[in-house]
């Protein structure tokens, strides 16, 4: 199965334009948005950005940021799907996501404490299917990896992705929310994914094998 992942676009439709035709050059079976569509913007303007993915014949699957509104949750188009606090399989794997972030000093649109983002998180997992790899989608990282340290070197990823990362052992994780932090790491035997900001160009092609995931950093600018 052939990924293409972005996060972070913050409202620049160029290059959710640009993201789309790279998932039609590449011949991408799912597309997935790890949050903050908008840059503090309005649910009609979410809504604009997420419609232009439907022009695409493959599943689109988002969590919201915290720099999108919370009423995204609700919105589900054509193709479209959001997956904050829920579980949806294609093939032999399963997707499963957590939008928002923990609290941050921004006082941002959307953030939820610990306790919630587990409660979701448990929630989505009541949908997996025993022996079935899956992916998770969130738009925070996990705490105290490479992908949640910020350009002062303080780790400001959730507890609670943390955790429920080292309990389950999903096959691969997908998150953004840090710009600063894009890269891989590992916790056990999870891969973990920052592609950077969208709106800078960055994103990810991933392939996953039977027993591994084959990730290539690209530019939307080449």
């Known amino acids: 199965m052939k990924l293409i992942v972005g996060s972070d676009f913050h409202g620049n439709e160029a290059m959710v334009e640009r993201f789309i035709a790279r998932a039609e050059e590449e011949h991408a079976e799912i597309a997935l948005i790890c949050g903050d569509i908008t840059n503090f913007g309005t649910l009609r303007e979410a809504t604009h950005l997420l419609s232009l993915f439907t022009r695409i014949s493959i599943p689109v699957l988002f969590v919201p940021g915290n720099c999108d509104p919370p009423s995204l949750l609700g919105v589900d188009l054509e193709g479209v799907r959001s997956l904050h606090g829920k579980t949806v399989s294609y093939g032999e794997v399963s997707f499963l996501g957590i ?36 992916i998770l989608l969130s738009h925070a990282p996990p705490r105290d990896t490479r992908l949640d340290r910020t350009r002062f070197y303080l780790h400001v990823g959730s507890v609670s992705v943390r955790r429920f990362i080292e309990d389950k052992e999903p096959f691969v994780v997908f998150c953004g929310h840090i710009h600063e932090a894009k890269g891989k790491d590992r916790i056990k035997n999870t891969i973990l994914v920052n592609p950077g900001p969208a709106r800078d160009g960055d ?17 939307l600018y080449e």
């Not at 027993?211 to 950093?217: L, Q």
């Open 203 to 219: 994103y990810v092609s991933a392939y996953l094998e039977k027993d591994d995931v084959v990730v290539e950093f690209g530019s």
């Open 99 to 134: 939008g928002g972030s923990p609290p941050t000093p921004f006082h941002t649109p959307f953030e939820i404490d610990e306790e919630q983002i587990m409660v979701e998180l448990n929630r989505a997992a009541e949908g997996l299917v025993d022996d079935r790899r899956f």
